[in-house]
């Protein structure tokens, strides 16, 4: 007899998902399946609307996440019209995305993550939060993390109108430019971004690297997955969120790839499956087979960790500092631990909140020179970038008056669906034996897939609660054996 | 006074509006003191099935966002307004459609063809679908199937409040607040903003000018001062309420109305229309033609948020 564990709601992306986990008759876990439930077309829908409307049309797709879509479109559209954004207008575009990389990462960071492992993982679910979080730690971490966001969201309103809508982006440039007196406030951000971000990780060594149980679990099989790893790395193959090539390891380190991101349709396949509206990517010439990791896999993985094991090192100086002594510590790179992409998510909010005092210092941010109206129109444009959950790919086709007539999307949890299915059908595995599964299990399997940040996930982990869980446990007929559920 | 009992819901959307809520910072604990929140599954684990076993009325406020597009939604949407006394329809896609009301223009089928069998990456030889049953080796999997069109909250249930915006502003969150916990809301039916358009609240300089030629945004650069209709920029102010605070105006980026049509306008996209046929320069047939062609995408920018209740294409609600 099968049994099924129904995981819902959880995560969004386009729409919701839930996680069904199988039993056999021992109560063992069988299999897991990640499924989005929900397809809104935005590949369809957006043909026929001007090319250079798209970058106020797409950060719809994700109100949590809006801010790399916006900016994978304006880069289509550069691409698009053959042309290069002025300095200037670079600048501004990469202090929008930064801003946006410190809040998001944060509020993920502390109010999702954190209460696990500060709080410890099989603690009362009711204390298992930020304010647990807050006792424990004895400072407002609440506070201050509410502070550090408004400050960012104000950057990304002062560039973009609507934080929750960037409106703008244009090909070759910025519609609006910065000055002197905004610069001001702007670098009193970055500096105070960078004080967070060192303290941030103070916490987390403190929490982590001191408490051996928490690292020991890091470290466990449970939370381990063995595949390729995809992210965009600069010239010096360094991490880079807004542009550089995409640059694919395989699972023992090694570089498979390196390539143009235009080129992605020789480099990427997406699979279709019956029981998921979300197309399933993997390495194309390795091509389909399959849920599974290790050898012959042909998933990848893509987010916070996986930009740190395709790079060399980080763009800032303490971020490089950091991320040496984090690969020391999980004994050397890649790393296939899952809940390390927590760690590398503070290394690349510290690097995103250097980045944004490097600009905040440059002195063409103010240049009034912020677009270059030098169009030519080629029907074809890709654009793609580094979005706070993984690699983004926004592609259009144009008719000769700049028209769309093909669009073709790639997000982050498309990436990481196959694996989010793995890691928790890992974890389950581990930790759910027999039909007795207890609420402290179920967080073990839950943390599985919160490293990946899947997006609804975006959106309940802005605010200082649980994710909501439940998990049904019926027989073949599927009537209600028994529900665990978080208060 | 007693605490308010306080829901929200999110339909077809994109999170932006629950995000939204978030962003009057520190002021949400001004909220705690007001309300207890009884739903809000983006943000507390209470199931449908706590909602379902609340007696009628017994909910205060409900801030409903999203569009509907599945039965799924549409049953919610009913409970909810069963079980509360003053429902809200929040943010431009509960309100007309929103963005996801895009798809009102085309079908289903069209956009399971378009995602499934033509994106150029897909790998699919076995042509395969989403199924809304599907059996796996150990058991079945199940995923909601979606209706053609894309619906306003009010085309499904009676609705007290409507509160624009994609999504609505801090201060209009702040406003409706306010009107909670000073109990002094207005008229059931009232739209939450401002009753005026949002040129009335623009404060760029309107000459009067006269155009010959609509351009495109990426076309030109507009002067930072001038009205951007003037200059020749599509700008929907004049046919969109206010209440934002001209947020993408400020910017140097033309309205695109999501904050619906102001009071006593019944379609955006013909108030529009007629703000550009007088100020467009026009001897004769000719001109009107050239006109014609600058308005590259008259239906998906007119009615770029509402397209649920645009003359164009208001659908009645189509069951699958
Ligand atoms: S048309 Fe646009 S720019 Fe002109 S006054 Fe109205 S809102 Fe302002
Ligand atoms: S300017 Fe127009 S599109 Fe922009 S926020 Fe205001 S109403 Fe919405
Ligand atoms: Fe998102």
Redesign the interface.
């Known amino acids: 007899m ?1 049994s ?1 564990v129904t995981i819902n ?1 959880i995560t ?1 992306l386009e ?1 919701h998902g839930k996680i ?1 986990v ?1 039993l056999d008759d021992k109560g063992n876990v ?2 897991a ?1 990640f ?1 989005v ?5 935005f ?8 090319a ?2 798209m970058p ?2 797409v ?6 996440c ?1 801010t790399p879509h916006n900016m994978a479109s304006t880069k289509a ?1 550069d691409d698009l ?1 053959g042309v290069e954004p002025t300095p200037t207008a670079k600048l501004i575009r990469q202090l929008h995305l930064n801003a946006f990389y410190v809040e998001d990462h944060y509020v993920h960071f502390f109010f999702l993550a954190a209460p696990d492992f500060v709080v410890g993982p099989d603690s009362d679910p009711a204390l298992r939060n930020v304010v647990g979080l807050v006792n424990k730690v004895g400072i407002d971490i609440g ?1 201050k993390v ?1 502070d550090v ?2 400050k960012c ?1 104000e950057i990304i309103k002062l ?7 960037p ?2 982006g ?3 440039g910025v ?2 430019g910065i000055t002197e007196e905004e610069r001001k406030w702007i670098k009193e951000t970055a500096d105070y971004s960078v004080e967070f971000a060192r303290f941030a990780l103070e916490i987390f060594k403190q929490a982590v690297l001191d408490n051996k149980e928490y690292l020991k679990l890091v470290l466990s099989d449970a939370y381990k997955l063995n595949t390729y790893y995809m992210g965009l790395v600069d010239e010096n193959k360094r991490v880079n969120f807004y542009e550089g090539k995409l640059r694919v390891v395989d699972p023992s380190g090694a570089e498979y790839a390196l390539f143009d991101y235009r080129d ?2 020789s480099h ?10 979300i ?1 399933l ?2 390495l ?1 010439k390795i ?2 087979n399959g849920l599974h990791d290790g050898k012959g896999t042909s998933l990848y993985r893509v987010g916070p960790l996986a930009r740190l094991n395709v790079a060399e090192g980080m763009l800032t100086p303490l971020a490089q500092k950091e991320y040496e002594s984090m690969y020391d510590t999980l004994g050397g790179k890649p790393s296939h631990h899952t809940l390390a992409y927590h760690w590398a998510r503070l290394i690349e909010a510290l690097q995103a909140a250097e980045h944004l005092q490097r600009i905040a210092d440059d002195p063409l941010l103010t240049s009034k020179d912020i ?1 270059n ?1 030098d ?1 030519k129109l080629k029907r074809r444009g890709i654009g793609c970038l580094e979005a706070a959950r993984g690699t983004l790919i926004h ?1 259009y086709e144009t008719d000769e ?3 769309i007539t ?1 669009v ?1 999307l ?1 997000v982050a949890t498309q990436h990481n669906a196959a694996p989010i299915s793995l890691s928790v059908k890992k974890a389950a595995q581990a930790f759910i034996k027999g039909p007795e599964v207890k609420e402290g299990l179920l967080n073990m399997a839950e943390m599985a897939f919160r490293p990946y940040d899947p997006c ?1 996930a ?3 982990h ?2 200082p ?6 998990v049904n446990i019926r027989d ?1 007929h599927g009537d209600l054996i028994r529900s665990v ?3 | 006074m007693a605490k308010l009992k306080l829901a929200l819901y999110w339909a077809a959307a994109c999170g932006g509006c629950d995000v939204a809520v978030l962003d009057i910072n520190e002021k949400i604990l001004d909220v705690a003191k007001l309300a207890d929140i009884v739903f809000w599954p983006i943000a507390l684990d209470f199931k449908y099935h706590h909602v379902e076993a609340m007696p009628d009325k017994s909910v205060d406020v409900c801030l409903f966002n999203g569009a509907i597009r599945s039965s799924e939604q549409e049953h919610i949407a009913k409970m909810l307004r069963s079980k509360s006394k003053v429902l809200v329809s929040f943010g431009s896609c509960a309100c007309f459609g929103g963005i996801p009301a895009l798809a009102n223009l085309t079908t289903r089928a069209e956009i399971m063809e378009r995602a499934y069998i033509e994106a150029p990456s897909n790998e699919n030889p076995n042509k395969t679908l989403p199924q809304t049953k599907v059996s796996v080796p150990e058991g079945e999997l199940t995923l909601p199937e979606l209706y053609d069109n894309v619906l306003t909250l009010a085309q499904v249930v009676p609705v007290e409040y409507f509160v624009p915006g994609c999504p609505p502003t801090v201060d209009l969150i702040l406003k409706v607040v306010n009107a909670l916990a000073t109990n002094s809301l207005p008229p059931v039916g009232a739209t939450i903003a401002s009753d005026k358009t949002l040129c009335d609240e623009c404060d760029r300089k309107k000459e009067k000018k006269m155009i010959s030629r609509i351009y495109r945004t990426h076309e030109i650069i507009p002067d930072p001062e001038r009205c951007l209709l003037e200059q020749g920029l599509l700008c929907m102010g004049s046919a969109t309420r206010g209440g934002c605070g001209a947020l993408c105006v400020k910017v140097n980026i033309p309205c695109r109305g999501c904050f619906g049509p102001p009071a006593g306008v019944f379609d955006q996209g013909a108030k529009l229309v007629s703000s550009i046929a007088s100020i467009y320069q026009t001897n004769g047939k000719q001109d009107i033609e050239k006109m014609v062609n600058e308005l590259v995408d008259p239906a998906g920018t007119f009615y770029r948020f509402g397209m649920s209740v645009s003359m164009l294409k208001r659908r009645i609600p189509q069951k699958t």
């Open positions: 099968t099924k709601p969004r729409g069904e199988f069988e299999d399946y499924q439930v929900e397809l809104r077309g590949e369809r829908f957006c043909i026929g609307r001007p250079e409307e106020r049309i950060p719809n797709i994700c109100g949590v809006p559209l019209y506070g509410i966001r408004k969201r560039i973009a109108g609507k934080p929750c809508h409106e703008g244009l090909p070759g519609p609006r992605y349709i990427i396949g997406e699979w279709v499956e019956p029981w998921t509206y197309r990517t993997h194309k091509g389909w677009r109206m169009l592609h008056r700049g028209i093909k073709n790639i609804l975006c959106a309940t802005a605010l609660g649980e994710m909501p869980l439940i073949k559920q978080r208060d």
